[in-house]
Structure formats: C-alpha cells, structure tokens
C-alpha cells in the first residue's frame, strides 16, 4: 500500500534524455519502478536504459497502453510546458523535479493541475516514493527501510537524514513525499496527511518543516479539528535562522506573523504534536506517541 | 532576509527610484523627481521643483525612522542636505543615490500592494486606509484595517475589484477611474516584470484630490531573471561581498554571527546542522549549501571560503550524499586544505552515495570522519570552546 | 416548480439605473420576481422601483440577505467584468441579457463560470421564466400561459410567437429558458433538457432552434441514447435561409457540414423528435407525442 | 453569409494582404510582394521580384479557381496580366488591388488555422497535411486527415501543441521551433485582434526547406470592433450598399431573391416568417430584423427600404412586441407610406406590446391588420400572386 504511488505505478519520465533525467531513470529502474515511456522532444524513436522515448506526450499515452504518473526532469524554462503536456494528456499525477521555476509561472500551472484534479508533487522536490514498490524521485533508496511511518517533508536531504534516524531505530517508511522547496507548490501538509489517515498500512505520521510560509501552522489549526486522528510527530528546521523578511511587508501581512520557528512550534504543540529537538530525536518521540 | 535564501526564495528588491520608474511607465501618478548622485544634483533638483524632500535610495526598510529622508526648502539647504545623506551609511547599507522629489500636499495616507498569497496560490491585492506607517505591525494589531482581494492567476485583474478598494479607502466616484488605472497597471506589472511585489506605501490622496504613490516598492522572482536580462546585473546586490561571491559560484550563502563555519547539501540540513551547532550550545558562523551534485571544485571553493573566513574557527561539513558524491566531495576538502595551508579544525560527516571512498580519502590524509551528525556536531563545538578557551585559532 | 428558478429565487439586477435595468426591474417586479438589489457603480445609495442600489456586487450580497441569481443589463463593453464580479462573489445563476459581447470575452467568462458551477444564460438572451412564479428576462410575460411544457430557445420574439401558439391550445409553459443568441452560450439545449427531465411538473419539452452551430444535431444524439426520455418536439428556424459561409472553411470543418436545416432535421427525426414545418403546428405535434 | 447576419454572427474579413501584414508583424514568414492598384505598380512590383503571381485582393471565396489568380514572368506580362485582372469581376465582386508576390518554389501544402470551437466552447487549432485545397470538401470526405488541438481559452496557447502538429505534418526537427513561433503568433494575433479565425492555406514547405504562409486569411469578430478603431472603417465593405445601408440605420438587412419583403423584430421570427412565406408557396425577398425596441423612425426607415426596393411586390410586416412598441412601428408605417407615396400591399401582423394602439393607428389608415402569423403570410402570399397574375406592381 503507502499512497498515491505503488508498483503498478506506470510512469513516464519527461525529459528523460538530459544529464539528470538518464541518470535517475536507471536508478529508478533498478529500484522497481514501472517506466513505460519517456519524452524528450526531438529524441522521438531512441531509447534510454530501454525505456522508450517519443517526441510528444501525446504519442507516449497512446503507445505505452496507459500512463498513471509523469516525473518531470526538463528545465525551469520549459518544465511548465511540460507540466501543461502531462495535465492536458490525462496524467493525474506529476512530479516536478525542476528548480528554478518562475513562482508565476507555478501558480498559474498548480492552479490548472487543481481545476483539472491532477496532483502536482513538487516544483523543486525529491519527489515520492513507496518503500519496496515504487521510486519516483531522486532521493537515495538505501536510507528508506520499509514500515508504518508515513513521511511527508518540504526538505530534501534533510528528509533522508531523518529516514535514517528512523531506520537506526527500527522505524520503517511506508510513503515519503517531498512537498517541493518552492514557495508555491501542489501538495502542502494538509493534503498529505489526509492521503496518510486513509491508508491502512500507515500508523504515524512524521512532518519535516522548516521556517517560512504558514503551512506548518495550518497543518496544526486543522489537525486541531479533527477528531479521528493519527499520531503525528514534527521537526521544524531553521530555528537558529534569523527572521526573514521576505516581500518586504506584504509577505508577512499575509501570514500575520506567522512563518517563523516558534510560532510553528507553537502551533503544533497546541495542536498535540510534539516537535523534536533534532533529528535524532525523532524516534523516541514517535516511541511515545504511537 | 536569510530565511529567503535558506527557503531558496530569492529575489531581487528595486530600488525606490527604480520601482517609480517603471510605475510611472505605466501611468501610475509619482511625484516629479531626479536621481541626484550629488549635493550639486541636488540642489539643481530643487531649483527645479522648489521644496523637496531628498529619499536615500537604499534597500534595507524603515529608512525613514533611521534618518534616510529629508527635507529641503532651498537648494542651498538641499546641496546642505545631500551633502549629509550621501556617502552615509544607514543600517549598514551606503547612500550612493538620492532621489529629489518635489513636495506633495496630502491629505490621507493608503496602503496599497499587490503579492502572492502562497498558502492560497493566489495573486492577492491588500489594502489598508492606514498607509505610510509599518504596516505590518498595524495589521498584527488591527487585522480589522486590512482588506485582502485575491486574484485567480489564470484570469488576472478584473475592474469591478477597484470599485471595492474604492469604497474600502472612501474614494470619491470621479476618482475610481483612476484606481481601476492604478490597480491595472500593478497587475500588468506584476505579470510582465515576475515581480511578487509591487507595493505603494503610502499611496497618497492629495489636497486637491487625486491619488498618488509616494512611495515604491517592486521586488522581483529570481527564478524569472532569466526573462529579464536588464535585471540580471543587478541582482544580489544587496547582498554582503562574501553572499555575492558565494553566489556567484551557485552556493546559497548567508553571513551569521557564530564562530563555527557551516557548509551543508541542501537547505533544510543546513539548517538542521546550524540547530544542532545551536543545540549543542554554540552558534554557526553562517549559512552554505552547496546544493545537489556539487563537484570537487564547488566543494573546494566552499571550503576556501570558510578556511579564509576571520571568524570561523572550527568548519564543520555535514554531508548526505544523494546526488552529491561523498568521494567528490572528500576530494575537495584535501584540494582546499592543501591550497589555504589551513589550521583550522575542520570536522566532517559523510554519509551516502560513495560514503566509503570518500572516507577513506579523507583518513588516508588523517582527518577523521564521523557517521552521526550528532557526533560531530558535538566534536566542533567543544572544538571551538577549547580554542576560545586556549585564544588558538 | 419548473427548472433552475422559482417564486423563491433572489434576484439582483447588475446595471439597475440603465434605461433597460430600470424598465425591465419594474417589469419584473410586477410579475412577482423577488428583486433583492440591484448594483450600479457610482450610483450606491439611490433605489429603483423601491430596490435598494450598491456600487459593489459585494455590499448587494452583504446587505441584502443572499443572492440566488443575477440579471445583467450592462453594456458590452462592461459587461464581462460584471458576470465575473457575480461568479467572484459567489452567485450561482447569471443571466446576461447583454448583447454585442466579443465572443473571445464569451468563451473566457463561460469557461470561468463552469469551473465555479455557476450556471450562465445567455448573453444575448431575453431570460429564463418560470411561469406564475418569476421571471428574470426580458419576455412579455403575458403571452405564456402556465402549464407542463417546458421551453427552450435560441430565439427571442420567435418564442414568444410559439408561446402564444401553445396557450391558444390550452398547452402551458413550466419553465422557459432563452439560450441566447451569441455564438457562445453558457447553456446548450442538452442542459436545459436535463433539468426538464427531473422536473416532475414538465411533461414535454419544445425546442426551438435555428439554423448554424450544431446545437440541436448535438441534442439530438444525446436525445438518441437515453433510456428514460420525455417527449421533445422542434422547431427550426432558418428552412429558407441561403446556407451560410461563416467564418471560412474552419467553421465548416468544425461542425462538419453540420448546421443547415436539413442536417438538423434530419438529426432530430432520426432521433425520433417531430420537428414542425411552421410554428401554429407545434400543439398538434404536441398532441400526437404526449 | 446570409445565416451570419441571421444568426447575429457578425465578423469583418481581411484581405489577404491585410490578412498578410498582420501575420508578418508577428513573425509568420510569407512571401515577399507589393499591392498594386494598376499594371504600371504590377510591372514595377515584377521587377524587383522576378516570377511573380498576381492575386486578386477579393473577399469571396475560392478565386483561385475562378481565375483570380494569374501568373508572370516578365513585368511587360505582369503589365498585361494586371490590366486583364483589375477592374475585372469575380463572383460578383470588382478586383480594385491585387497584390504581387514572388513565386516561392515549394515542396508541400499544408492547412493550419485557429478559430472558435462555439460547441466545445474552446480555441481549436485545425491542421491537415492536405492544404491549398478546398479543405472544407476534403475533410467532409476524409474527416481522419483532420488534426483538432483544442486549446483552454484561459490558459491559451502552449509550445507542445506545436510539437503534435510537427510531428502530424512530419516536419523536421530542425523547424520545428519554426512552427512553434507560428503557432504562437497565431494565437496573439486571435487575441490582440479579436480575430475568430487565422487560416493559412496553405502554409507551404519550401523547396530549400522552412514553412511560409502562402495565402493568409483572418476575420474579426464584429461585437470586438470597438476595440479596433483601425478596423471600423472597413465594417462590412462586403455587404451590398442596401446591406450597408441597412446596417448603417442598424439592422440586420440580407437581399434575398423572391418578391415578399420582410420586416420583423428579432432574427428567429424573421427567418420563421421567411419559411412561412415559403410554407405557402412564394419566396421572400429579404431578410430584414428592425431589433429590440426599434424606434418610429428606424420603423419608417426600414419600411421605406422594402417599399423602393424594385423587387417588392408585397411588404409584410410581422412584429411580435416585447420591448418593441406597437404604436410606434404603426406610426413608422404611415409615415413611411405618406413619404412614398407608394401603392405596394402592405400586409401587417402586429401582436403584444401596445398591440390595440398600433392596430388603431393603422386601421384608421385603411390597413388592415392581422394577429395571426399564418394568416397574414396566407394573404401577402395571395397579393404576390395576383400582381403577378395580373402584371401589376
């Protein structure tokens, strides 16, 4: 189980001939996961580790018998298009590997993928993967022992040092998503939560924050309101980092004072997540609350 | 203003005259005004537009509290002034430029900007009828005196929202034209120039009626300057000689105030490991992510940079290799060490993608190699107490 | 009863103080429709016919206790930022009896519209009624008689003729919805059909069409693949017509060959819907479907 | 055309060299050529071109085929051809303007165009392999070698649309950016000019290789006019001057052939009347729908029109008042029949708003007034016959 992504997961990979988008294809292959087809416009015909490779989007639906997800390797300058591509064709599920995209540009794309119920993960993500099934990222297997835990993070590498914290003690992931590092992107922990709290094979939840914007703080507002609930640990990172002042002050007037350590903190505590100290820490504290 | 770097959300801020220009290219009413690099310019200025008031043009914010802004009745007091303001320093940033504007009557003072809502990823105007003031503070404390209007980012502005702001701001009938003009423009330029700021502060209702922006601010989305070539050159510039240059090698780079030097890959451990500095009851001396897949000579660079630093003393280099490779990275501390002569401790956690090669490169040339981050966090904080102690570095 | 509004159904009129809002308000008001604002920027504070008048669709809502629908008399020019002031604020029925829209400005804030379940008739239509019980539109209220008909349009006076045509053999009109005579419409014949079908107090519908679009060849293939169906009868304007050449080939090669008359009636009787040679036919028609 | 006006779908029609001028702003390659206006200009235009073809400047269809457009080697046959095609009448329509253009050596036509998918509610790009050809008949009879991309009005156009229609055509990869940038102006010029259809057919694949729109045609919708004052003067330069004039007053007027004029309020009962007219065994000569809430005056302009035109036997006026005020149309018939002096039947039906008042104006006139719509073609359909029968008018 774990959600959004498993096995049978069929997955194309858009911009599959570049440096990163070949390389992490092999190691997606030899993970598992079921790549069907690739796209790389102009490269129509070849292929990359056998995976075939089309010009179009399009052609890729229509030759590889069906596509469930798309990871997205292009360049910021052309992954909207690409982004676009994928929604327009069916895809339901896309994962924006891509940093640097104009943040125009992603609420104008994360605002259609919505309209047309089409999940964005990322832009700027490690992507997803479900521990044992299926890979559709770039984060390093090895560190992700199989288990209970659902895991769900705005970081990168910080996402694989708590894996291995978890795993020293015995924890296992069940999904781990990357929200994306972008101040705009599709998921945020809300909508990954919910995902977790219907899936059977998932006990606790493990929440890798970080300072700015308030998704941390909406989290716990709703986590607040619920009454069937699965235990959720946090770690926020930055709380050394001094306060940003991002926009000027029209950022913050959005936010209303929130974004920073101690008011996620805070939020989450009152909401009855205890939040880890430093990654180490982790376990013990998911020890508790299980 | 780390938060943004370390949240990898970077822009380039405008300054005021800058900001004004582009308002005024698209027919929002600014004062008359001219750029003076000089108290000669100055005092032309002010022969040109009579009572002025004299604007440090500078990117850190409250300038005014902190003396930025001044007033000039004569150009023989505008030269007097000008003379004072130029060459100064305020919050740290130094006035190369004034901006002369003529003096305007007003009778209110608005707050008007437009930017992202990302948690709604929306584009939201907001509104208050208290401008000229720190905004932000008044908002925490009457959210009341704010008025929010998203924007759907595929359809964009639509006139029938100035009416609102219209009668939120109490704007008489024969004036709503020229909000609706106003509101237009900021939407236009949001979207041609990728600002996620535009921001009039105070937008200014004038004695005689009419409405007018004293002030301006437009920051621009990093990520779109690849759109903008005229922005390119400017970009960073508001950052700290050693932010520039470490940015100019595609590091993510911020000066703190701590003693233990802090090189990471990727921006949440980074932090992580600053934390972990602070935890452990010391306090990093910066912030540097190397970002994914750095190569030997990026990471040979980074190192530099910190060996060289005046107020490092212990490196700490916290790695989990993904992309980034722990041999390449191993490689490049060595070259680093090797090219500085350093005698800085340096404390190092590899872990990930060639973890092995990389640590035995690094044992082969004596250094020793933690596998927990604990570990050698704990290792270059009592590092740094004992050289503080010992007055070593 | 009757489809999409009733005697309950609260109604605000955007451009109230123009010639037609104002004439048209009194109009309706004597008929009974429940006009709770109305909206003319600039002219907030003042009434017509006793309807109190805002600058701001937003105050209309705020102060008048809810809006269920709108009816817009603005000028075209204005006209499409006062249906998305509409969708924007959140009412769910617009009628934009406006004609002379660009149709770039049609297809945008249709597109909108549906995104937001909010239902447009119109622009360039005289409205929707439901008889004895409200009219928003333009219609000479006298001529429809109520009854178990349901009415749709592309037409204006036309449908009042075949109003009249019906009350002069006793048959009544539950609902009478005017499409709208634009190019793009928000509602098609196959929608309007659709809310017939679930109400109890319309036992057939009529269908007045004219000749360009494939609207009613459209209907005519849904009509075809129903089980449960009440019975239709047509009416299409344009026999004598010279086919038009609208827009080139490419209109053509959209609708392919589709929107003469014959192509439309042929559609609609092999879909087993009598389609009548002059309007005075339709009762008779009527009498032979029921 | 008639079914446009009917059906209050309105457009203006370039010509093809406006139609060419607007694409090559854009960026949309075309030919190289000069309008001329008489064989001198074609002469002239020959020589700096070489091999040229000269196109008539109509807006009728399919001139190609009906020698509209000629060729020339040399400018004394230019000069020769030119002097044949000008002032010359094709389908109806007098050559004032041809434009010369040199002959492009080609390899291929395709179609491509952009216009409104009124059903789907969507933009919609139409390409086929086959261009230059009367695409309309081709795709009626091979519908598979139709290519549709839809597009979302909201979000427009996006650079993989141009990669499916690419790979459709089998255009080499090195033009395909080409493609894109045509594509991309299309839509632009959809957008800036309000245009409901951009069609290139064809859109050539050159010998040496590259794309070049070999013949351009574009519309703008009517309702858009407004915003185009450049165009507003060239409205409907199509229609015939009673069409125009028709439409100068404010009606929708289309000549017909038959011998029963036609005045109505609103297009669906006036094309209704028209197939009653027809129901009963006669042809109407007009279409003509005075609009909502014509006033007296417009009511007697229109009148006028039928009784002078030559081909009226019988008028009949069929008006069904919403908004449209009985009284007045009756005041603006007897004032029309006073101002004429005209003995043409007139049969009138007149129903709704004021209906008793219109009635009595008119029956104090001697008119006698019907309610029913059957009944009152039934009779003007009986005047039509026996002047006819007796040869009266």
């Given at each position: 189980?774990?959600?959004?992504v498993?096995k049978?997961t069929?997955v194309?990979?858009?911009?599959?001939?570049?440096?990163?988008?070949?390389?992490h294809t092999k190691l997606m292959l030899e993970y598992g996961t079921k790549i069907?087809?690739?796209?790389?416009?102009?490269?129509?015909?070849?292929?990359?580790h056998?995976?075939?490779?089309?010009?179009?989007?399009?052609?890729?639906?229509?030759?590889?018998?069906?596509?469930?997800?798309?990871i997205?390797?292009?360049?910021?300058?052309?992954?909207?298009?690409?982004?676009?591509?994928?929604?327009?064709?069916?895809?339901?599920?896309?994962?924006?590997?891509?940093?640097?995209?104009?943040?125009?540009?992603?609420?104008?794309?994360?605002?259609?993928?919505?309209?047309?119920?089409?999940?964005?993960?990322?832009?700027?993500?490690?992507g997803i993967m479900t521990i044992g099934e299926t890979k559709i990222g770039i984060m390093p297997a090895h560190v992700f022992?199989k288990?209970?835990?659902?895991?769900?993070?705005?970081?990168?590498?910080?996402?694989?040092?708590?894996?291995?914290?978890?795993?020293?003690?015995?924890?296992?992931?069940?999904?781990?998503?990357?929200?994306?590092?972008?101040?705009?992107?599709?998921?945020?922990?809300?909508?990954?939560?919910?995902?977790?709290?219907?899936?059977?094979?998932?006990?606790?939840?493990?929440?890798?924050?970080?300072?700015?914007?308030?998704?941390?703080?909406?989290?716990?507002?709703?986590?607040?309101?619920?009454?069937?609930?699965?235990?959720?640990?946090?770690?926020?990172?930055?709380?050394?980092?001094?306060?940003?002042?991002?926009?000027?002050?029209?950022?913050?007037?959005?936010?209303?004072?929130?974004?920073?350590?101690?008011?996620?903190?805070?939020?989450?505590?009152?909401?009855?997540?205890?939040?880890?100290?430093?990654?180490?820490?982790?376990?013990?504290?998911?020890?508790?609350?299980? | 203003?780390?938060?943004?770097?370390?949240?990898?959300?970077?822009?380039?801020?405008?300054?005021?005259?800058?900001?004004?220009?582009?308002?005024?290219?698209?027919?929002?009413?600014?004062?008359?005004?001219?750029?003076?690099?000089?108290?000669?310019?100055?005092?032309?200025?002010?022969?040109?537009?009579?009572?002025?008031?004299?604007?440090?043009?500078?990117?850190?914010?409250?300038?005014?509290?902190?003396?930025?802004?001044?007033?000039?009745?004569?150009?023989?007091?505008?030269?007097?002034?000008?003379?004072?303001?130029?060459?100064?320093?305020?919050?740290?940033?130094?006035?190369?430029?004034?901006?002369?504007?003529?003096?305007?009557?007003?009778?209110?003072?608005?707050?008007?900007?437009?930017?992202?809502?990302?948690?709604?990823?929306?584009?939201?105007?907001?509104?208050?009828?208290?401008?000229?003031?720190?905004?932000?503070?008044?908002?925490?404390?009457?959210?009341?005196?704010?008025?929010?209007?998203?924007?759907?980012?595929?359809?964009?502005?639509?006139?029938?929202?100035?009416?609102?702001?219209?009668?939120?701001?109490?704007?008489?009938?024969?004036?709503?034209?020229?909000?609706?003009?106003?509101?237009?423009?900021?939407?236009?330029?949001?979207?041609?120039?990728?600002?996620?700021?535009?921001?009039?502060?105070?937008?200014?209702?004038?004695?005689?009626?009419?409405?007018?922006?004293?002030?301006?601010?437009?920051?621009?989305?990093?990520?779109?300057?690849?759109?903008?070539?005229?922005?390119?050159?400017?970009?960073?510039?508001?950052?700290?000689?050693?932010?520039?240059?470490?940015?100019?090698?595609?590091?993510?780079?911020?000066?703190?105030?701590?003693?233990?030097?802090?090189?990471?890959?990727?921006?949440?451990?980074?932090?992580?490991?600053?934390?972990?500095?602070?935890?452990?009851?010391?306090?990093?001396?910066?912030?540097?992510?190397?970002?994914?897949?750095?190569?030997?000579?990026?990471?040979?660079?980074?190192?530099?940079?910190?060996?060289?630093?005046?107020?490092?003393?212990?490196?700490?280099?916290?790695?989990?290799?993904?992309?980034?490779?722990?041999?390449?990275?191993?490689?490049?501390?060595?070259?680093?060490?090797?090219?500085?002569?350093?005698?800085?401790?340096?404390?190092?956690?590899?872990?990930?993608?060639?973890?092995?090669?990389?640590?035995?490169?690094?044992?082969?040339?004596?250094?020793?190699?933690?596998?927990?981050?604990?570990?050698?966090?704990?290792?270059?904080?009592?590092?740094?107490?004992?050289?503080?102690?010992?007055?070593?570095?």
């Amino acid at each position: 189980m774990g959600i959004l992504v498993n096995k049978d997961t069929r997955v194309l990979v858009q911009g599959i001939t570049g440096r990163e988008g070949s390389f992490h294809t092999k190691l997606m292959l030899e993970y598992g996961t079921k790549i069907v087809a690739g796209v790389t416009p102009g490269k129509g015909g070849t292929n990359v580790h056998g995976v075939p490779v089309y010009d179009t989007v399009k052609e890729a639906v229509e030759e590889s018998g069906g596509i469930d997800a798309s990871i997205i390797f292009v360049p910021a300058k052309f992954a909207p298009d690409a982004v676009y591509e994928a929604i327009d064709n069916g895809i339901k599920l896309i994962v924006v590997i891509t940093e640097g995209i104009p943040v125009h540009e992603e609420l104008k794309f994360v605002r259609y993928a919505k309209e047309h119920n089409t999940i964005i993960i990322g832009p700027n993500t490690p992507g997803i993967m479900t521990i044992g099934e299926t890979k559709i990222g770039i984060m390093p297997a090895h560190v992700f022992k199989k288990g209970k835990i659902g895991l769900v993070s705005r970081s990168g590498t910080l996402t694989y040092e708590i894996a291995r914290e978890l795993g020293k003690k015995d924890y296992g992931v069940s999904t781990v998503v990357g929200l994306g590092g972008d101040p705009v992107t599709g998921l945020n922990f809300i909508d990954v939560y919910n995902y977790f709290m219907n899936d059977p094979d998932t006990e606790a939840v493990v929440i890798i924050g970080e300072i700015g914007g308030d998704a941390e703080e909406r989290f716990a507002k709703y986590y607040t309101l619920l009454r069937n609930k699965k235990p959720v640990v946090a770690y926020i990172a930055g709380k050394t980092a001094p306060p940003g002042k991002r926009m000027g002050h029209a950022g913050a007037i959005i936010s209303m004072g929130m974004g920073d350590y101690a008011s996620k903190r805070k939020a989450l505590e009152e909401a009855g997540i205890p939040v880890a100290d430093k990654p180490s820490e982790i376990p013990s504290l998911l020890d508790k609350a299980i | 203003m780390i938060s943004n770097v370390i949240n990898g959300e970077r822009f380039l801020k405008l300054y005021e005259y800058e900001a004004k220009e582009i308002a005024s290219k698209y027919g929002i009413p600014i004062p008359r005004g001219y750029l003076a690099s000089s108290p000669e310019e100055a005092a032309d200025a002010c022969k040109k537009l009579g009572e002025v008031a004299l604007k440090s043009q500078i990117l850190v914010g409250r300038r005014g509290l902190a003396g930025g802004i001044k007033f000039a009745k004569t150009p023989q007091e505008a030269y007097e002034v000008a003379k004072q303001l130029l060459d100064s320093t305020i919050r740290g940033e130094k006035v190369n430029k004034l901006l002369i504007e003529e003096k305007v009557c007003i009778e209110k003072e608005y707050y008007l900007s437009i930017t992202i809502d990302r948690a709604e990823k929306k584009i939201v105007y907001l509104v208050s009828k208290m401008g000229g003031v720190e905004i932000e503070e008044l908002v925490r404390q009457h959210p009341e005196t704010l008025l929010k209007i998203p924007v759907d980012p595929l359809l964009g502005y639509r006139p029938y929202m100035s009416r609102i702001v219209a009668k939120f701001l109490g704007i008489p009938r024969e004036y709503w034209r020229e909000l609706d003009n106003i509101m237009g423009s900021m939407y236009k330029i949001m979207n041609d120039y990728d600002a996620d700021l535009v921001e009039f502060n105070p937008l200014a209702w004038k004695c005689g009626g009419g409405l007018i922006a004293l002030d301006a601010k437009i920051t621009i989305d990093d990520n779109s300057l690849f759109k903008h070539p005229e922005f390119l050159e400017k970009a960073h510039r508001e950052l700290s000689d050693l932010e520039r240059l470490a940015k100019s090698i595609g590091f993510s780079y911020v000066e703190l105030g701590g003693d233990i030097g802090i090189i990471c890959n990727g921006a949440g451990l980074t932090m992580a490991t600053m934390d972990l500095v602070a935890y452990y009851g010391d306090k990093p001396a910066n912030f540097l992510d190397i970002g994914g897949g750095a190569s030997e000579d990026r990471v040979k660079k980074a190192v530099k940079i910190l060996l060289e630093h005046p107020r490092v003393k212990v490196l700490l280099i916290n790695i989990f290799g993904g992309i980034t490779r722990c041999d390449e990275v191993a490689k490049g501390i060595i070259e680093a060490l090797e090219e500085t002569q350093s005698k800085k401790p340096v404390v190092i956690r590899l872990l990930g993608t060639n973890e092995e090669e990389g640590r035995k490169i690094l044992e082969e040339r004596g250094l020793d190699v933690f596998t927990e981050a604990d570990d050698a966090v704990m290792k270059a904080v009592e590092l740094a107490k004992s050289i503080t102690r010992n007055g070593v570095i």
